[in-house]
């Protein structure tokens, strides 16, 4: 196996009780704190002497000796510097500069993410006041499920008269347009209108800049938006945003209320939900945790499948845990038609437990 390198900070922060937080916090995301400077002296020091550069430097502007001409020579060799201040007055004073961060959600937040793309969270987008309700959709493994139940989620959802948008960003095998015989939702200029309800957008490599655009002015103009994010392989390492894949996800974990984890419950794919979950209880992310049981079965033989789905989710102690049944032939009538099951066989139980769910997330 392959080992993945964890991300690397240098902290250069005056007030040490600030300084303990943030080299704290990112020691429990997972990110290697490579020094913590006292002053601006030591920090050049280690800097010269390093023969890579860290990824990211947490620096104080009450730090003795920094100055604006030294924080530009340090953003100028490639590191990511996140400038914290102590007031309100000092914002002011140092352009880019944030007010030290109250928790640890905060603080990872502002720093997920920037790494990558930068650019794309500097940007103003007019919009009206937030009120959208978010729900992320991601998959312990490979066919959960998460596709199904986001179009399906989505189409009860604008139902009941709510405005909903709905997002493809399955990074590697986008599905939705494909499902509901779309074309035309990976132009991100615009929402694709669906129905009178629903809109679509599928987010690609190409247009991840636009879309996170349209996300932030999404928040003002829908009721609810759903994002099928896929399965997610590696959670930290695509929090960290060095991928364009993982930039959605980024976005969903600082802005989505809940997040639906699908997993099936044979023996492999308890495994993936088990790893996953152990990667949720240590990465800090906004939404509540929400466990679908997909592909649940009914009989004898369920009950000792929900009892390993439930051992391993309940330490998370979920928002919600909700079961999505197995109805291959529904979900195989529903592709082959193009449509959404309450267009397709709107009395199957498939269905139904969609429903169940939808009346679940609006309550």
């Not at 860290?54 to 604006?68: A, H, N, Y």
């Not at 030290?100 to 920037?114: T, V």
Request: hydrophobic share 40%.
């Amino acid at each position: 196996m392959v080992d993945v390198l964890a991300s690397t900070a240098v902290t250069a922060i005056h007030n040490s009780e600030f300084e303990s937080f943030a080299a704290s916090t990112l020691f429990g995301q997972g990110w290697s704190v490579q020094f913590r400077a006292l002053d601006t002296d030591s920090l050049i020091t280690f800097i010269a002497g390093s023969t890579e550069m860290p990824e990211v430097l947490l620096i104080s502007t009450d730090l003795f000796g920094i100055s604006e001409e030294i924080i530009e020579k340090l953003r100028s060799q490639g590191i990511k510097v996140f400038l914290f201040c102590t007031s309100q007055e000092e914002l002011s004073q140092y352009p880019g500069a944030h007010l030290q961060s109250k928790n640890s959600l905060d603080l990872i937040n502002l720093i997920r993410g920037s790494l990558r793309s930068p650019m794309l969270r500097s940007q103003k987008v007019k919009s009206l006041k937030p009120h959208a309700r978010v729900i992320s959709v991601v998959g312990a493994h490979h066919s959960a499920g998460c596709t199904s139940l986001s179009i399906n989620l989505a189409s009860e959802l604008s139902l009941l008269n709510r405005s909903v948008l709905l997002i493809d960003a399955h990074a590697y095998f986008p599905a939705v347009a494909v499902r509901l015989a779309q074309r035309g939702i990976t132009q991100a200029d615009s929402f694709h209108k669906i129905s009178a309800h629903l809109s679509a957008l599928e987010v690609t490599e190409e247009n991840i800049a636009e879309s996170l655009l349209l996300l932030e002015k999404a928040l003002g103009e829908f009721d609810v938006i759903v994002i099928d994010n896929g399965v997610v392989p590696d959670l930290p390492e695509t929090l960290s945003g060095r991928r364009w894949s993982g930039e959605i996800l980024v976005w969903a974990s600082t802005n989505a209320d809940e997040m639906l984890v699908l997993s099936k419950s044979d023996y492999l794919s308890l495994e993936s939900l088990r790893r996953l979950s152990k990667e949720l209880s240590k990465n800090s992310i906004k939404p509540r945790l929400s466990f679908v049981h997909s592909h649940a079965i009914q009989g004898k033989k369920a009950s000792a499948q929900e009892e390993g789905f439930l051992e391993i989710v309940m330490p998370l102690i979920p928002h919600r845990v909700l079961r999505f049944p197995m109805d291959s032939r529904s979900i195989t009538s529903a592709e082959n038609e193009r449509l959404p099951l309450h267009e397709s066989n709107e009395k199957t139980l498939l269905r139904k437990s969609v429903v169940d769910i939808a009346g679940e997330l609006i309550r």
